[in-house]
């Protein structure tokens, strides 16, 4: 329609056939390797692998790396993002990160303080310390932001 705004989905309200659940109240403590799209309400503490898409859930939270072909942030990320697709960061969403991907979208109202990092293809992967699970070794630290540049 005429003069009618274009609104995102939400998160919820996705379609894509999702594998993997860790819902409201769930915590999970390391790295999570998944083959398929993943949906996350709870809490991971470590690094997050999809071969697909990744969804966080606006009551959701992951400490630590995320690496997928796509992802939604409507949570909280504290760590660096690598989506070889499309990255959205929806207003509910708060990364604290840095991010590279072939596109990405922040909505007004969303928070993102990081560097941004835009490729042509998908984006080059830092070399992994963890043999097997494709995701980069990053250390961060609230001291030195920028120990990841160097």
């Keep these: 329609m005429l003069g009618k705004p274009k609104t995102p989905a939400p998160a919820a309200e996705t379609p894509t056939k999702i594998s993997s659940i860790i819902g409201p109240g769930a915590i999970f403590d390391g790295n999570l390797n998944t083959p398929e799209t993943t949906r996350v309400d709870g809490t991971i503490n470590g690094n ?19 690496v997928a072909q796509n992802v939604i942030i409507s949570g909280k990320v504290e760590g660096d993002i690598y989506a070889r697709g499309k990255l959205e960061l929806y207003p509910t969403g708060r990364l604290v990160g840095n991010i590279s991907a072939k596109s990405l979208v922040i909505d007004e109202n969303a928070y993102f303080d ?12 830092p070399p992994s310390s963890e043999k097997g699970t494709g995701i980069p070794e990053i250390k961060y630290s609230e001291n030195n932001k920028d120990e990841n540049q160097k």
Aim: proline share 6%; charged share 15%.
């Design 48 to 66: 997050c692998n999809c071969e697909q898409n990744l969804i966080l859930g606006p009551d959701g939270s992951i400490k630590g790396n995320i």
């Design 114 to 125: 990081g560097r941004c990092s835009m490729t042509s293809s998908a984006p080059a992967l």
